[in-house]
C-alpha cells in the first residue's frame, strides 16, 4: 500500500483542528505557569513539557495535506498562527511550506509573509511549479523575486514570464505547465512505456496531448481509450480532435463555463499558431469559481476584499470605508431631496413617516431586477435586442406589485392618518416609484453591457441612489401637488 | 480519429446561438410570406423553402453537444424554444432529449415538460441513467414516472429509490453508481485486461475502486498508478487506502470543500460497513458550486429560485411577491417608529431630511458586518466561543467609522441648518446606530448558527429591520430629549 497525505473528512478536519487549538491552550497555560515561576524564557523553551507539546503538535501538523493545514492557519488568531507557522516551517517538519502559502487566503497569507526572512521565503518559493510562482509573485518582495527568478533555469523563466504576463481573469494566468504529451504515429504500447518512464504523472492528468514535430497541437489521447484499446493501436487513430481548445488570452469565466458544459477534467491550451503551451485542469477552475463567487458576494455587501475575520480593527476599517462613503453620497443626496420638499412635511407631518416605505421597497424591487438581469447577462443569454422585450416584461411586473402594495400601503395610510387622498398619493407614488426601478433596473445593466463593463458591479448601489432619491422625490412632489 | 459531440469554443457558440436566431427569424418571414399569400398551414409545411430551413436547422442542431442545445434552449423566447425543441424530439434529429432536459435550467424544463406528450416523456427518461433519472423524477407527472419505473431492472429500481431517499442537499442525492471496481488479489495487467472488454469507461474514471468479497471499500487505484507501474504488480501493493470516503449522509457542502482541498476528481461513497455503493464526480461536484452560488446570490434579491429572463410576467410576480411582503412589513413598523415622534418632527422639519441617512449607512455597515461572518462560518473558521473576540473587533471597527463619518455628517448637517446641537445629535445617532448595526451583524448569524439554522437566510433582512427601526428611534428618540 502506497503512503500519501491523508484526506480527512469534514468532521476529521474540525475535529484536528479543535485538538491543536487544545495542544496550543496548553500550551499557553504553561507559559503562564513559567512565567509565574520567574523562569527565564529559554528554561521555558528547555523545559519537558514545552517540548512534548511542540513534538505533538509537529506531529499532528506534519501528517496535513498542505490543504488542511492552511484552513487550520487561517482559523486561528493571529499570535497563534505565527506560532504553528512557525513550527511548520522548523526543520522537524517535512511540511512544504510553498504549497501552504498557495493555499492560505490572500489575507492569511499576507500576515504568514510578513513573518518571513527573505531567505526563508526564497526557500519556500524555490520549491514551487512556475505557474504556482506566478500566483505567489505578486505578494513576495521584490527582492525574493529576484533571488528566486535567478535560481530558475530557462525555460522555467520563460513559463514565468509567460504565466504573468496575462489578465489576471485570462486563461493564460490560470494555465499550468505540466501536460504529457506524444506523437500521432506511435502505438499504445509505445505511450505505455514512455509512461513507465515517469516516476508520477502529473496531477489531472486524464488525456494525454498529441502534438507534431512543431509542438502544434492535433489532438488529445484519453487515458480511458488508452486503457481500453488494443496496445497494437496507432495513437493518430485513436486521438479525438473534437476537444476544446483554449488560448491564454480567452477571459477564464469563459473557459471555466465551457468546463461546465463539457464536464471537463483538464483542457488544452495553445496559441494562436496551434502551438501547444499549456493546460487548463479542473482543480484551478473549481478554485476560480469559488473566488469569483465569493468575490461577487462579498462586492455586494462593498467589501473589497475577502476579510480575514482576525484582521486588525485597522485593516477592517480600510476594507469597509469606502462603500460607505459612497452610500453616504447618495443618502445625502437623498436628504437634500426631501429638504427640498420640507414646507409640505411641516404642513402634513404624515409625510415623513410615510416616505421610506416607498423609497425602501422600490429599492428591494430595483434589486430583484437588476440581480435578474445581471445573471442573464453572465450566463451570455441577453443580447442588445432584447432591451424591448425586458423591460416590457419588467415594467409589467412592477405595475401589478405596485398596484397590489401600493392599494394595500394606501388602505392602510388612509386609514391610519383619516385621509382617503393621502391615501391615493400613497399607492400613486408607491406604483410609479417601482415602475422607476423596473426602468432602471433593466436600463442599468444593459448600458453597463453596452459600454463594455461588468454589470455586476456598482449597478446595486446606483438602483438604490435612483430608487431613494426617486422615491422621495415622487412621493414628496405628488403630496405637494395633490395635498397642499 | 475518433468523432465525439464537438465541444464549442466560447465564441464558437455564441455564433451558433446567432445562427439559430437567423435560421428561426427567416422560417418566421417565411411563415408570413405565406400568411399573407393566404397559404394553408399544411402548404407552409409542405413548402420548399421551410423545408430546407428545418433541416439545416436540425442538422446544426445534432451535431451540438446536449449542453450547447440547452444553452440555446435558454436562450430563446418561449415560442421558439418549443419550436426548436419539436426538431430536437423529431426522429431526424440524432439527439438524446434525456440529456438535454438533464442539462436546462430548472424553470426552462418546466416549460419542454409542459409541452411533452406522456410517452415522449417516459421514452426520454427510459435514456437516463438511475441516478440522473433521479434529478428529473421530482419535475416529471407521477403516471411518468410509475411507466418509467415498470421499465427498470431490480439493480436500477434499487439505485433509483437510493437516490431518491436523500435529502437533496446529501451527498447521496447527488452520487451516481458507474464505478468500475477490482479485486485487490490481481494484478495490474489482469486489470487491463478486464478494462478492454469496456466499449467506454464512465465518465470521470480517474481511479478504480478497490473491493472485497464483500464489496466492502479497501482503496482506490488511480489510472496514473496502472500507467507508470510493472504490470506485473498486484493492485493491492499499488492502491491508496488514505483517500477520502464520503457516506451518503454527508451534507455536499462539505463534500464540494474536500473535493476543493484536496483537488479531487472522483471520490467513492460507501455506506457506514464500508460497502462500496456509489461514487461523487467533480463535474456534479462543480454543478453543485454553481447552483449554490447562484442560489445565494439571488436569495440576497429575495427571489426564490431562478428566474427564466423569458418567464410569464405571473410567474415573476409569483416569484418575487413574499421578499417584498417581508419588506413592507420591516418598512411598516420603521415607519410606526417614525409615526411616535411626529410631534418632534413637526418642530424641527430637518430631523425627516436627515433620519433616513442615519438609517441608511446603519444599514449598509450591518450588511458588511453580517457577510463577513456568514463567510466565515460557511467556511467552518468559527466556532462557538469567538462569540467575544469577535463583537469586540466589530464594535471597535463601527466605533471608529461611526466617529468619522457621523463626525462628518454633523459638522455637514450644523452647517446647513445653522444649529450646532442638530450637528451633534447627528453624530451621536451615527456612531450609535453603527454599534447596533456591529452588535446585531455579529448576534444574528451567531445566534441562527447555534439554532442549527442556515445564517445566510434572511439574516440581510433582519438587519436592515433592525438598523431602520432602531436609527430613526436612535436619531429622532436623542432630538427629541436634547434639542426640543
Same mark, same amino acid.
Not at 504576463?165 to 485570462?170: H, I, K, M, P, T
Not at 484499446?229 to 493501436?233: G, H, I, Q
Not at 475575520?309 to 486588525?312: Q, T
Not at 441577453?382 to 432584447?386: L, S
Given at each position: 500500500m502506497a503512503s500519501t497525505p491523508e484526506q480527512l473528512h469534514h468532521d476529521d478536519m474540525q475535529h484536528t483542528l479543535r485538538e491543536v487549538q487544545a495542544l496550543l491552550a496548553r500550551q499557553k497555560l504553561e507559559e503562564e505557569v513559567v512565567h509565574r515561576q520567574e523562569m527565564k524564557n529559554h528554561e521555558l523553551v528547555e523545559s519537558l513539557v514545552h517540548k512534548q507539546n511542540v513534538a505533538r503538535l509537529t506531529g499532528k501538523l506534519s501528517t496535513l495535506h498542505p490543504a488542511d493545514i492552511a484552513f487550520i492557519l487561517e482559523a486561528l488568531p493571529l499570535e497563534d498562527r505565527l506560532f504553528v507557522w512557525e513550527l511548520i516551517r522548523?526543520?522537524?517538519?517535512?511540511?512544504?511550506d510553498g504549497e501552504v502559502l498557495l493555499e492560505v487566503s490572500d489575507a492569511v497569507r499576507e500576515s504568514l509573509i510578513e513573518s518571513m526572512e527573505p531567505e526563508e521565503l526564497v526557500a519556500a518559493a524555490e520549491q514551487l511549479d512556475a505557474d504556482e510562482l506566478a500566483d505567489l509573485a505578486p505578494d513576495l518582495p521584490k527582492q525574493v523575486m529576484d533571488d528566486v527568478y535567478l535560481g530558475l533555469d530557462a525555460e522555467e523563466r520563460e513559463q514565468l514570464r509567460a504565466a504573468m504576463?496575462?489578465?489576471?481573469?485570462?486563461v493564460g494566468s490560470l494555465m499550468d505547465f505540466e501536460m504529457v504529451s506524444v506523437r500521432e504515429d506511435v502505438t499504445l504500447e509505445v505511450v505505455m512505456r514512455y509512461l513507465r518512464r515517469f516516476d508520477e504523472l502529473p496531477d489531472h492528468t486524464d488525456q494525454l496531448f498529441v502534438i507534431d514535430r512543431e509542438e502544434r497541437l492535433l489532438g488529445v489521447l484519453p487515458l480511458h481509450r488508452m486503457l481500453i484499446?488494443? #496496445?497494437?493501436?496507432l495513437v493518430g487513430d485513436l486521438m479525438l480532435t473534437d476537444m476544446l481548445c483554449l488560448h491564454p488570452g480567452d477571459k477564464a469565466d469563459d473557459a471555466a463555463k465551457a468546463f461546465e458544459r463539457y464536464d471537463l477534467v483538464s483542457a488544452p491550451v495553445a496559441n494562436r499558431d496551434r502551438r501547444l503551451i499549456g493546460r487548463l485542469t479542473v482543480a484551478t477552475v473549481v478554485d476560480f469559481i469559488r473566488e469569483q463567487s465569493e468575490s461577487e458576494l462579498l462586492s455586494q455587501a462593498g467589501l473589497k476584499e475577502e476579510e480575514d475575520?482576525?484582521?486588525?480593527v485597522w485593516d477592517s476599517v480600510k476594507n469597509r470605508w469606502s462603500w460607505l462613503a459612497v452610500n453616504l453620497v447618495t443618502a445625502f443626496i437623498a436628504s437634500r431631496v426631501i429638504g427640498a420638499f420640507e414646507g409640505s412635511i411641516e404642513r402634513l407631518v404624515a409625510l415623513a413617516a410615510l416616505m421610506p416605505i416607498v423609497a425602501g421597497i422600490g429599492g428591494n424591487s430595483g434589486n430583484q431586477t437588476i440581480t435578474m438581469i445581471v445573471r442573464a447577462i453572465a450566463m451570455g443569454q441577453?443580447?442588445?435586442?432584447?432591451f424591448k422585450r425586458l423591460l416590457r416584461k419588467e415594467l409589467s411586473v412592477a405595475l401589478l406589485n405596485g398596484l397590489a402594495w401600493g392599494g394595500l400601503l394606501g388602505i392602510l395610510a388612509a386609514a391610519l392618518y383619516h385621509n382617503m387622498s393621502l391615501g391615493l398619493v400613497m399607492t400613486l407614488a408607491m406604483t410609479l416609484n417601482l415602475l422607476l426601478a423596473a426602468l432602471m433596473g433593466v436600463c442599468i445593466p444593459m448600458v453597463l453591457m453596452r459600454l463594455g463593463r461588468? #454589470?455586476?458591479?456598482?449597478s446595486s448601489v446606483m438602483i438604490t441612489a435612483c430608487t431613494d432619491s426617486g422615491g422621495f422625490f415622487i412621493f414628496l412632489g405628488l403630496a405637494s401637488h395633490l395635498l397642499m
Open positions: 522548523g526543520d522537524d517538519s517535512q511540511i512544504n504576463s496575462y489578465e489576471e481573469d485570462a484499446n488494443d #496496445p497494437e493501436s475575520i482576525f484582521a486588525s441577453v443580447q442588445d435586442d432584447m461588468d #454589470p455586476a458591479l456598482g
